[in-house]
Nanobody, 126 residues
Framework: QVQLVESGGGLVQAGDSLRLSCTAS????????MGWFRQTPGKEREFVAA????????YYADSVKGRFTISRDNAKNMVYLQLNSLKPEDTAVYYC???????????????????WGQGTQVTVSS
């Protein structure tokens, strides 16, 4: 079992920045890859970014590349998502997710992740 708790969401204006955090517990954090997804009402969960267990491999959705940065601190069991130059279309509930299967690659499909946090709301006003 892995427990994931996100924090750091909020209401900001277009162009502002936010830093989301996700705290993991329950398994050896440095053994699994992590991802960030987002979801708006009536839509499927959308891939945002993923990072390998070591932090050396990173993968972004095209929609956030150059604006968002994923990182992790294995000593603290934390993964982060830095959101810069926010746009109204970034408004969503943001979820972190853990992929425990150690397959040597990163995935953008939500079905490839084993555990999910409860989400944190990010609202960007224009």
């Amino acid at each position: 079992q892995v427990q994931l708790v996100e924090s750091g969401g909020g209401l900001v204006q277009a162009g502002d920045s936010l830093r989301l955090s996700c705290t993991a517990s329950g398994r050896t954090f440095s053994n699994y890859a992590m991802g960030w997804f987002r979801q708006t009402p009536g839509k499927e969960r959308e891939f945002v970014a993923a990072i390998s267990s070591s932090g050396l491999s990173i993968y972004y959705a095209d929609s956030v590349k150059g604006r968002f940065t994923i990182s992790r601190d294995n000593a603290k069991n934390m993964v982060y998502l830095q959101l810069n130059s926010l746009k109204p279309e970034d408004t969503a509930v943001y979820y972190c997710a853990a992929d425990l299967r150690r397959r040597g690659r990163l995935y953008r499909e939500a079905d490839e992740y084993d555990y999910w946090g409860q989400g944190t709301q990010v609202t960007v006003s224009s």
